[in-house]
């Protein structure tokens, strides 16, 4: 839906929650059976990188117990703005592309 601004001016990546099933041969696969685009990335990695990573970026849930049930993540979607520092969150599950879509290009029109 983003069209032709995804690998220009707009890049998407999925970080694994799971890395010892989501291994780099997993995600690759993954990629070629949806036949993703270039500027789409698939991230994995150590488990305490990917957790640090999440506390970064603000993708946790402060209760340890919730943020522990890994189904309540699916419906996380973290967008930004890299150049003038924006960062905003949908926190829905499995919300429509369409939503992540319009919040996306709502925080990028320049």
Known sequence: MLGERVGKDVS?????LDPATDTPEALKKFAED??????????????EEIERLRRKLGAYHP???LDADKSRH?????YGDEPTGRWRAVRRANPPPELITDAVLQL???
């Not at 998407?12 to 694994?16: A, K, Q, Y």
């Not at 949806?34 to 488990?47: E, I, R």
């Not at 699916?74 to 973290?78: D, E, I, N, S």
Request: charged share 15%; hydrophobic share 40%; no cysteine.
């Open 12 to 16: 998407m990546i999925s970080i694994t």
């Open 74 to 78: 699916a419906g996380l979607v973290v």
């Open 34 to 47: 949806y036949q993703v685009k270039p500027g789409w990335y698939f991230l994995t990695g150590k488990y």
């Open 63 to 65: 209760n340890p117990k």
């Open 108 to 110: 990028t029109v320049k």
